[in-house]
């Protein structure tokens, strides 16, 4: 039993699980979008374009992502979903990485010759970029997407750690390992098996993420 509270060790680290994979899959969708439409933008149009989308991604990474979301944590009533704020705050900055990723593919993709021949016999940009732009850039979303994942909920985990993120009495694996820290002495079990727990599960989607960055670019694996 937690000290103090009387709460079971394996509800923690179970129902802990639901908000810490919630707010990092559904973080990661977001990101994913975000920077998915942007890099095929960008990479398929150019000029102007792509120069914003570059300027906009160059200000997202230089933004302090901890200062960010502490910040709008204060903003923000208590009373707001904090599972929400925390997808929406590491999803929205999230997604430089793979924008800039699918756009120097797409600029490669675009000046292929069937991608040519097909502009010069009329087809729509916009049918272009759906049926033999995204088509190729999809493997490389995946695996992108599986290897940033634990990122995010080690991003949510770090924020309610430092009190952040979730608030109580929702149970999260960050909040967890926090709580647990001040009665390391009286139980340590509180704060290894969230920890572990965390480790696993990111450890876990890296190997899924190599998996598949192998499996869908053999080039890859035999470099």
Same mark, same amino acid.
């Given at each position: #039993?937690?000290?103090?509270?009387?709460?079971?060790?394996?509800?923690?680290?179970?129902?802990?699980?639901?908000?810490?994979?919630? &707010?990092?899959?559904?973080?990661?969708?977001?990101?994913?979008?975000?920077?998915?439409?942007?890099?095929?933008?960008?990479?398929?149009?150019?000029?102007?374009?792509?120069?914003?989308?570059?300027?906009?991604?160059?200000?997202?990474?230089?933004?302090?992502?901890?200062? +960010?979301?502490?910040?709008?944590?204060?903003? +923000?009533p *208590?009373?707001?979903?904090?599972? *929400? @704020? @925390?997808?929406? &705050?590491?999803?929205?900055?999230?997604?430089?990485?793979?924008?800039?990723?699918?756009?120097?593919?797409?600029?490669?993709?675009?000046?292929?010759?069937? &991608?040519v021949?097909?502009?010069? #016999?009329?087809?729509?940009?916009?049918?272009?970029?759906?049926?033999?732009?995204?088509?190729? &850039?999809?493997?490389?979303?995946?695996?992108?997407?599986?290897?940033?994942?634990?990122?995010?909920?080690?991003?949510?985990?770090? *924020? $309610? +750690?430092? /009190?952040?993120?979730?608030?109580?009495?929702?149970?999260?694996?960050g909040? $967890?390992?926090?709580?647990?820290?001040?009665?390391?002495?009286?139980?340590?079990?509180?704060?290894?098996?969230?920890?572990?727990?965390?480790?696993?599960?990111? +450890?876990?989607?890296?190997?899924? /993420?190599?998996?598949?960055?192998d499996?869908?670019?053999?080039?890859?694996?035999?470099?």
């Amino acid at each position: #039993m937690e000290p103090g509270t009387g709460r079971d060790l394996f509800s923690l680290v179970v129902h802990g699980a639901r908000v810490s994979l919630l &707010v990092g899959i559904a973080s990661t969708l977001l990101a994913t979008v975000i920077g998915v439409v942007l890099g095929i933008v960008a990479g398929a149009v150019g000029g102007f374009v792509e120069k914003l989308v570059e300027v906009a991604t160059d200000v997202t990474l230089g933004f302090p992502f901890l200062i +960010f979301a502490i910040a709008l944590s204060a903003l +923000f009533p *208590l009373e707001a979903p904090r599972a *929400l @704020l @925390l997808t929406l &705050v590491i999803g929205v900055s999230g997604w430089p990485g793979i924008a800039r990723v699918v756009a120097a593919e797409t600029r490669v993709i675009v000046r292929q010759p069937y &991608v040519v021949a097909s502009r010069v #016999m009329g087809a729509r940009l916009a049918h272009v970029l759906r049926h033999q732009v995204l088509p190729n &850039v999809a493997s490389t979303v995946i695996v992108y997407s599986c290897i940033s994942l634990p990122g995010r909920i080690s991003a949510e985990a770090t *924020l $309610s +750690f430092l /009190g952040v993120g979730v608030l109580p009495p929702t149970p999260s694996w960050g909040r $967890s390992i926090g709580d647990a820290i001040s009665g390391l002495l009286v139980d340590p079990a509180f704060l290894l098996f969230p920890a572990a727990a965390l480790f696993l599960v990111t +450890f876990s989607f890296n190997v899924l /993420g190599d998996t598949l960055r192998d499996a869908l670019d053999p080039r890859g694996a035999q470099r």
